[in-house]
């Protein structure tokens, strides 16, 4: 990575010690070179105010450089927009395991909440419901998922690694694995406060229900129940789903299916736009008509950048897939904050914070951009430059009319074009 500080800055720190001009000169020589992954000693940090001489955790540090020693410009008190799912509490049950990260463990992430959640081949996520919108992408392995709308109409289908699905708020739904090893996926809500481990569960429901009433309502013997489980499953193992096309048939039974489906094969989607620097697939309500929740899937080369843009319609959280990268969030009044990311982060933007993504690795980046609002919208930098007097442009930047003339008319999106 560059590092991007002018000699300017680097003198007015030294020049706070006194040094002579031949002290400078050395220290000015001997800081020339690229930052390393020795988060307490960086080869281009070697004035007296820039030794940190302990309490170094030297592993957080070396995966997050740009917090232990931020860009020049960099500045102010950003909230924080960076956490891990490798920090968050793993629920393990029979059957599979679980994790969150919610505007509990990130403050700013007000208008979304990610879960993370692993199922054996036969594990089981409970028949259940909440009342937000639930998005999701397959990340590994495949699974059958079913739900029942407000008609009585049946969606079930299998997933494979890349498809999403939704399941609109108040909806009944589960997911179960499939062979050979079940599944990994990320569910998205439209709430930070969401809480995967406060859902309406089908028996934790029936076991706060009098068993006279369950008879009543079924009209059954109150015995029929007798085998319901005490305490809620949430997940659990059992065996594999029977024959797809046979469920599905049976599901659908007097009522047929949900008229707009509930899944979206974005693995075989042709991207939204394609330049030397990676890809991007928008996928909104204009191509997933049932979503209320908008995402980006973008994929960034080695060098690669997301180029500057902000939301103006939603706030943005942002998983990230594989790969690594840094985001600079300018957040107004001369405050700026660079942090690092690599797979398993969330981030996260305020609405109309504008941003970049950079790919900081040797591999592809990827991660999710999503937005609680079912059109996707951004403003890019390089739009509005380009979209602009050009006279009016250049007289507060000062760049040239040749480099306002010669920017692309359309969005780029990402760069090198
Ligand atoms: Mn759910
Ligand atoms: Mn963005």
Redesign the pocket.
């Given at each position: 990575m560059p590092d991007i500080e002018t000699d300017d800055t680097k003198l007015s720190r030294r020049d706070v010690f006194g040094l002579g001009s031949a002290a400078l000169a050395a220290a000015t020589i001997a800081m020339v070179g690229e930052r390393t992954a020795d988060a307490q000693q960086p080869a281009s940090h070697t004035a007296p105010n820039e030794i940190n001489p302990g309490q170094v955790n030297g592993p957080l540090a070396a995966e997050n450089p740009d917090s232990e020693w931020s860009p020049s410009t960099d500045s102010g008190t950003v909230k924080p927009f960076k956490y891990s799912f490798a920090l968050s509490h793993k629920r393990v049950e029979n059957g599979g395991w679980t994790r969150q990260v919610t505007a509990r463990e990130l403050p700013i992430s007000t208008t979304i909440a990610g879960v993370e959640m692993r199922l054996t081949a036969g594990g089981v996520r409970e028949l259940?419901w909440?009342v937000e919108a639930?998005w999701a992408i397959m990340l590994y392995g495949s699974a059958r998922i079913t739900a029942v709308d407000q008609e009585g109409r049946s969606f079930v289908n299998d997933v494979n690694k890349g498809d999403l699905w939704l399941?609109p708020p108040g909806v009944p739904?589960s997911i179960q694995g499939l062979g050979p090893d079940g599944c990994k996926f990320l569910?998205v809500f439209d709430d930070g406060n969401f809480d995967e481990f406060h859902?309406f569960l089908i028996t934790d429901w029936l076991a706060h229900t009098p068993k006279e009433v369950l008879a009543k309502n079924l009209d059954v013997p109150p015995s029929t129940f007798d085998k319901v489980p005490k305490k809620e499953l949430f997940i659990f193992q059992t065996g594999l789903p029977g024959d797809l096309k046979t469920e599905q048939a049976q599901a659908a039974q007097g009522t047929g299916t949900v008229p707009k489906t509930f899944d979206f094969k974005a693995s075989t989607m042709k991207p939204t736009k394609v330049t030397r620097g990676g890809e991007v697939k928008i996928i909104d309500s204009k191509i997933f008509p049932v979503t209320p929740i908008s995402a980006a899937i973008v994929t960034l080369k080695p060098g690669g950048l997301r180029e500057l843009h902000w939301h103006p319609n939603a706030d943005e959280w942002q998983y990230y897939i594989t790969g690594k990268g840094r985001m600079t969030v300018f957040a107004a009044g001369s405050t700026a904050r660079t942090m690092d990311f690599e797979e398993g982060d969330v981030g996260y933007i305020p609405i109309s914070n504008p941003h970049y993504i950079e790919n900081t690795g040797d591999s592809d980046l990827v991660f999710l951009e999503m937005f609680r609002t079912s059109e996707y919208q951004d403003i890019s930098l390089a739009e509005w430059m380009a979209h602009t007097p050009h006279l009016l442009m250049n007289q507060h930047l000062d760049v040239g009319m040749s480099v306002l003339d010669n920017i692309p008319k359309g969005e780029v999106v990402i760069r090198p074009v």
């Amino acid at each position: 990575m560059p590092d991007i500080e002018t000699d300017d800055t680097k003198l007015s720190r030294r020049d706070v010690f006194g040094l002579g001009s031949a002290a400078l000169a050395a220290a000015t020589i001997a800081m020339v070179g690229e930052r390393t992954a020795d988060a307490q000693q960086p080869a281009s940090h070697t004035a007296p105010n820039e030794i940190n001489p302990g309490q170094v955790n030297g592993p957080l540090a070396a995966e997050n450089p740009d917090s232990e020693w931020s860009p020049s410009t960099d500045s102010g008190t950003v909230k924080p927009f960076k956490y891990s799912f490798a920090l968050s509490h793993k629920r393990v049950e029979n059957g599979g395991w679980t994790r969150q990260v919610t505007a509990r463990e990130l403050p700013i992430s007000t208008t979304i909440a990610g879960v993370e959640m692993r199922l054996t081949a036969g594990g089981v996520r409970e028949l259940h419901w909440h009342v937000e919108a639930e998005w999701a992408i397959m990340l590994y392995g495949s699974a059958r998922i079913t739900a029942v709308d407000q008609e009585g109409r049946s969606f079930v289908n299998d997933v494979n690694k890349g498809d999403l699905w939704l399941f609109p708020p108040g909806v009944p739904h589960s997911i179960q694995g499939l062979g050979p090893d079940g599944c990994k996926f990320l569910l998205v809500f439209d709430d930070g406060n969401f809480d995967e481990f406060h859902t309406f569960l089908i028996t934790d429901w029936l076991a706060h229900t009098p068993k006279e009433v369950l008879a009543k309502n079924l009209d059954v013997p109150p015995s029929t129940f007798d085998k319901v489980p005490k305490k809620e499953l949430f997940i659990f193992q059992t065996g594999l789903p029977g024959d797809l096309k046979t469920e599905q048939a049976q599901a659908a039974q007097g009522t047929g299916t949900v008229p707009k489906t509930f899944d979206f094969k974005a693995s075989t989607m042709k991207p939204t736009k394609v330049t030397r620097g990676g890809e991007v697939k928008i996928i909104d309500s204009k191509i997933f008509p049932v979503t209320p929740i908008s995402a980006a899937i973008v994929t960034l080369k080695p060098g690669g950048l997301r180029e500057l843009h902000w939301h103006p319609n939603a706030d943005e959280w942002q998983y990230y897939i594989t790969g690594k990268g840094r985001m600079t969030v300018f957040a107004a009044g001369s405050t700026a904050r660079t942090m690092d990311f690599e797979e398993g982060d969330v981030g996260y933007i305020p609405i109309s914070n504008p941003h970049y993504i950079e790919n900081t690795g040797d591999s592809d980046l990827v991660f999710l951009e999503m937005f609680r609002t079912s059109e996707y919208q951004d403003i890019s930098l390089a739009e509005w430059m380009a979209h602009t007097p050009h006279l009016l442009m250049n007289q507060h930047l000062d760049v040239g009319m040749s480099v306002l003339d010669n920017i692309p008319k359309g969005e780029v999106v990402i760069r090198p074009v």
